[in-house]
């Protein structure tokens, strides 16, 4: 991986390496392409991606059918890695520890949103289970309950994976088919006859293109506005801490899904993590990670001592600071090619569920690019037309 791309034209460029990118780049391949594929990100490390901060987990309780069936996909994916990697025996077996996402409603409104979300899961083949506050405190006699109406809970392919060693492999296997990663930042895009005729980078280089790829995280509208195109895709910031507890819990923490916004899940051998927002959810500069020490102690360890009595005695271990790449238009992904530039694909837009739907994500996409239209599941409801008619795919689900 060098600073100067091998050459100064290619067939598909994309511009983002994190997840996302990989998973395009890695399905193209695995679909047969024969172009000259291009990935350029700013920081090839990722250490502040998307992808590294996130928590790493999966789940299917979605409030669309199309979102349950793009993670069921995401399961089978993962724990199936090695079979879709042509059983390169390099390829670690990744497996699920479904421990589950509980949703805790606190009012009758949200219950019955929890129940209608529940019938599109169930229709769509998950798991999903709704339990009363009886029946939690039977399987998880841990937690306060005198503000709970009803909890949904999934333990079928839905809670932790290790995200980063499918990204590894999805990138590694890339550069081994012939994917060139190049560490350089894009700064504009050269436009005529209605399509983008090459990407320039920081460094001065024109890099020609047939397709450009926008997968470039929460700086996906910063790279659409190079090509002229709005995109309501921006930086929000998620804080992130990890504890340990004076007294583990008994069995598997959910990763449980406060009424406060709080979440908190297992982590193993006696640690927790646990994240969120707090208060007003503002866009945020691309480079501010800048950690609000307060906030543990003021807002997220009261929460959590309220919920679960048991994690009163803690000791906060670390803590980070990672961004969503928050689509402000209806929380959903936008993904496809744009309705006038047509060599212009998006992977964007994810609002937090894009580690899981890299897999679906990254192989409709290549689909679309390979044979002209999807092949597995529709996608085309994630298509951009969708924010020029200002119709909503409204995910209610977003964490």
Known sequence: MGAVPERDSYD???????????????????????????????????????TATSTSCIRQQF?????????????EFVTHLRGFMGGDMRVPEIGIRSFGYLYLADNAAFADDLRARA???????????????????????????????????????????????????????????????????????????????????????????????????????????????DLPVEPRKRYSWVFKAEQPLDRDLPLTIDPSGL??????????????????????????????????????????????????????????????EMNVFDHNAVLGPHPDLGNLLFINGFSGHGLQQAPAMGRGLAEWMCHGGYRTIDLSAFHYDRLLTGVPQVEKAVI
């Not at 919920?307 to 005695?313: C, D, G, S, T, V």
Request: with cysteine.
């Open 119 to 229: 019938g599109v899961q169930l229709a769509a083949g998950a798991a999903t289970r709704l339990l009363t506050p009886d029946q939690i405190a039977q399987a998880y006699p841990f937690y306060a309950l005198d503000d709970i109406v009803l909890g949904s809970i999934n333990t079928e392919n839905e809670g932790y994976f290790d995200s980063m060693a499918v990204f590894e492999w999805l990138r590694r296997q890339a550069r081994e088919r012939g994917v060139e990663y190049v560490e350089a930042e894009v700064t504009g895009m050269d436009m005529s006859g209605g399509s983008v005729q090459a990407v320039r980078l920081a460094s001065g280089a024109r890099i020609a293109c047939g397709q450009v790829i926008n997968a470039a995280g929460p700086r996906a509208g910063h790279v659409a506005a190079m090509a002229g195109i």
């Open 263 to 324: 979440h908190v899940r297992e982590n193993g051998g006696g640690t927790y993590q646990a994240g969120g927002h707090f208060g007003d959810d503002p866009a945020v500069a691309f480079d501010d990670f800048e950690m609000d020490h307060g906030l543990w102690e003021a807002e997220a360890w009261p929460l959590l001592a309220a919920r679960i009595p048991q994690f009163e005695a803690v000791r906060l271990t670390h803590s980070w600071v990672g961004h969503y």
């Open 12 to 50: 598909v460029v994309i511009v983002g390496g994190a997840i996302m990118g990989s998973s395009v780049a890695w399905f193209l391949t695995d679909l047969g392409f024969e172009g000259r594929i291009l990935v350029i990100d700013r920081d090839m490390s990722f250490a502040r991606s998307a």
């Open 63 to 75: 409030s669309t059918a199309l979102n349950v069936k793009i993670s069921q996909f995401g399961a």
